[in-house]
C-alpha cells in the first residue's frame, strides 16, 4: 500500500481510516487511491516545476495539438473544466505565448484557440515529460499488474460516471 506522511511526520495508519457503512476493504481501497491520488499531483507538479506550465496545462496542449482552432467552449468540454477555469489557463498560456485566442470568422461570439510556434514546440517537450513521467513510474510495474490496473482503473471510471450520471449535470460541472 502506498505510504502518505502527514505534515509532522508519521504516516497515517489505513486501518484507522474507516467509513461507517463501507466494508473494511473498500475503505482501504479508497484511502490508497486518495494517496496515490496525491502523490500523483505531487509528481506531477514536481516534474514539470522547471518547464514554465502546471500539469493542467499538459493536457490542454495535447488537446490543442489534435484541434488546433478548437473553440474555447468545446476546449473546456474536452479538457472536462469549467469555462471560467480553462479562460484562467488560456489567460496565462497567453501571457506565456503558448496560445492564441482569436474570434470565430463566422461567429463573433465564439473564440478560438491555437498554439502558437512557441506552443508546439512546448507540447512535444512536454510529450517527452509525460513519456518520462509514465515510464518512471506506471512503466516499472509488472507487465501483468499493468493490465489488471488498467482493467480494475476502467471498472472505476465507468462506475464513476455511472454516478456522475445520477447525480445529473450540475454535480458533474
Known amino acids: 500500500m502506498p505510504t502518505c506522511v502527514s505534515p509532522h511526520g508519521e ?8 467509513l461507517d457503512g463501507v466494508d473494511d476493504l473498500s475503505s482501504r481501497v479508497f484511502f490508497a487511491f486518495l494517496v496515490t491520488l496525491r502523490q500523483h499531483k505531487q ?3 514536481r516534474t514539470v516545476a522547471g518547464q514554465g506550465t502546471h500539469p493542467g496545462q499538459i493536457f490542454c496542449l495535447h488537446v490543442l495539438a489534435g484541434h488546433d482552432g478548437i473553440s474555447q467552449r468545446d476546449l473546456a468540454d474536452a479538457l472536462h473544466l469549467s469555462p471560467p477555469t480553462v479562460s484562467k489557463m488560456l489567460q496565462a498560456m ?15 461570439r465564439l473564440t478560438r484557440v491555437f498554439l502558437t510556434a512557441a506552443g508546439r514546440d512546448l507540447e512535444r517537450q512536454m510529450r517527452g515529460v509525460v513519456a518520462e513521467f509514465v515510464n518512471e513510474t506506471i512503466g516499472e510495474l509488472p507487465e501483468n499488474d499493468r ?10 471510471g465507468e462506475s464513476m460516471s455511472q454516478a456522475l450520471a445520477r447525480r445529473g449535470p450540475e454535480a458533474a460541472a
Open 11 to 18: 504516516s497515517p495508519d489505513p486501518s484507522r481510516f474507516v
Open 94 to 108: 497567453q501571457k506565456a505565448g503558448a496560445v492564441e485566442r482569436r474570434p470565430d470568422a463566422a461567429d463573433q
Open 43 to 45: 509528481l506531477m507538479l
Open 147 to 156: 493490465r489488471e490496473l488498467a482493467r480494475l482503473l476502467g471498472e472505476l
